[in-house]
């Protein structure tokens, strides 16, 4: 398949790009500096994609858009999460209707925060969307992929949690202080953890590519957890002690306190019912397993 990307030298993007590769597949990324061959160009800022985008594109997974904790959460940084996210699909959305011999899969971003959070619900694809501005952004976000649908492409929404790597993401943030015997667990630690493995991630978007799954599909493990059973795991896989709660005080002095409250003090446990009864098959379905193998290689 000639597969284009949208952020395809983020996180996701690059390990998506290199098990695509390995398969013999050709991947078209989206780029933002002058294109080069085999390359397409775009701009969000200037709300602009190449004529022609995706003529003889058979599939685009659109993975672009600002970090959401790149920032404290002023009013500039929230417009920008917005921004780089509806502006985007809407280009990406009409370049695929315009397109010639066009792609017939469009596997958009979105996040699980679209469902807000939550201390003890269960969400899963049928859940409706929550509050919140994560929840706001990921409304708006998939709505703007609307002009895509009905036109003989199928799209779906790749509602994604906490991506697990030790090359980026969370992870990585949390790593040194775990390794010097200074992690544990955020607040109560009650709050829920939806995570996936970075193989996962990867190897759900290349079964999505090919499946006839439309809408929304939790990209998550089937097992969340816990912010304390995380923390626990985490220790018990680099071999350190977690017994140091973090208090609030001190990530919302940093973050600042909607940020913070959002990303780190709050959860949602969400399950992938539509992978699952698709017949995806988890390489890491387990937390500790999928620590191992990121961590112990």
């Known amino acids: 398949m000639r597969i284009a990307i949208t952020g395809a030298s ?14 013999g597949h050709d991947v078209v990324p989206v ?31 659109h993975l672009a858009g600002a970090g959401i904790a790149d920032a404290r959460w ?12 509806t502006v985007g699909t809407a280009l990406v959305a009409n370049a695929v209707t315009a397109a010639k011999n066009g792609p017939s899969v469009l596997l958009s971003g979105s996040a699980i925060g679209i469902y807000g959070t939550s201390p003890d619900t269960t969400f899963d694809e049928q859940s ?15 709505s703007a992929a609307a002009p895509a649908t009905g036109e003989g492409t199928r799209v779906a929404f790749l509602r994604t949690g906490i991506v697990l790597s030790a090359h980026g993401g969370a992870l990585k943030k949390q790593l040194p202080l775990f390794k010097f015997g200074l992690g544990g667990k955020m607040g109560s630690g009650e709050q829920w953890q939806s995570w996936i493995h970075i193989d996962d991630e ?20 089937p097992e969340p957890v816990t912010n304390a059973t995380f923390t626990d795991a985490l220790g018990e896989t680099l ?3 977690t017994f140091l709660p973090i ?11 909607e940020l913070a409250d959002n990303l780190l003090f709050t959860g949602q446990r969400v399950v992938p019912h539509v992978l699952t009864d698709d017949g995806y098959e ?3 379905p387990n937390l500790g397993d999928a620590l191992r193998d990121l961590l112990q290689k």
Do not use: M
């Open 10 to 23: 983020g996180l996701v993007g690059t390990a998506l790009s290199r098990r695509l590769r390995s398969s």
């Open 31 to 61: 780029v933002r500096h002058p294109p080069g061959d085999n390359e397409i160009g775009w701009s969000i800022d200037e709300r602009r994609i190449d004529d022609g985008a995706f003529d003889g594109i058979d599939g685009v997974v």
């Open 74 to 85: 002023t009013d500039d940084h929230k417009r920008a999460i917005r921004e780089s996210r």
């Open 128 to 142: 409706p969307v929550g509050t919140g501005f994560l929840a706001e952004v990921c409304e708006a976000w998939e």
């Open 202 to 221: 990867v190897g759900a978007i290349i079964h999505l590519l090919t499946s006839s799954v439309e809408g929304p599909v939790n990209l998550t493990a």
């Open 239 to 241: 071999g350190r002690p």
């Open 247 to 257: 208090p609030k005080f001190g990530p919302k002095l940093l973050l600042g306190g």
């Open 282 to 284: 988890f390489a890491h």
